[in-house]
């Protein structure tokens, strides 16, 4: 089940944290899948113009159990803010949204606009283009990374609603 809450909420009460605790993306995302709130631990992916490993990872379980049930992590993917190929379409979306995933953040495009906006899946993205990648087995997984020129780490924590997007180092609501 997904926690209650609210994104300004979250920045009242932690904006004078430190910016390695609580830090907001900015406002250039926009919503592509049905799930317009969600939030979750993060995994990270990088990668430019070459989506393999984000196959990898929505093909793979996306979710953790935990006491309190089952928890939905969010891929936030290090697209170096392409506009000229996309990271995410269909397939992988419906991958991700099978797969358990709470939702998918990428810094780059998606694609088939169509197929990912009745998906029970978080997405946020930049833009859309109908350009598909190339395959080339590159990219890196598990690390820190720089979306629109913000520190996003593996395990961290994402929430995401129609405000807006905040990472916190950890476990909120």
């Not at 089940?1 to 300004?8: E, N």
């Not at 936030?76 to 709470?102: E, F, P």
């Not at 283009?129 to 996003?152: A, F, H, Y």
Request: aromatic letters at 6%; proline letters at 5%; glycine letters at 10%.
């Amino acid at each position: 089940m997904l926690p209650s809450f609210a994104t300004c909420d979250l920045c009242d009460a932690h904006k004078n944290d430190a910016l390695e605790l609580f830090r907001a993306l900015p406002p250039v995302f926009k919503d592509y899948g049905a799930r317009r709130v969600f939030c979750g631990p993060v995994v990270t992916v990088k990668c430019f113009e070459d989506n393999t490993l984000v196959k990898a990872a929505v093909d793979s379980v996306g979710y953790i159990d935990t006491p309190e049930g089952r928890l939905g992590q969010v891929l936030v993917v290090d697209g170096a803010g392409s506009m000229r190929r996309a990271l995410l379409g269909g397939n992988l979306g419906a991958a991700a949204a099978r797969n358990g995933w709470a939702g998918v953040v990428i810094d780059g495009c998606v694609r088939d606009v169509a197929e990912l906006a009745p998906l029970d899946l978080g997405i946020r993205a930049l833009a859309s283009m109908p350009m598909p990648t190339e395959k080339r087995n590159q990219g890196l997984r598990d690390l820190t990374v720089q979306i629109q020129g913000v520190q996003v780490k593996p395990g961290e924590w994402l929430y995401a609603d129609a405000d807006g997007m905040v990472v916190s180092a950890s476990r909120l609501v």
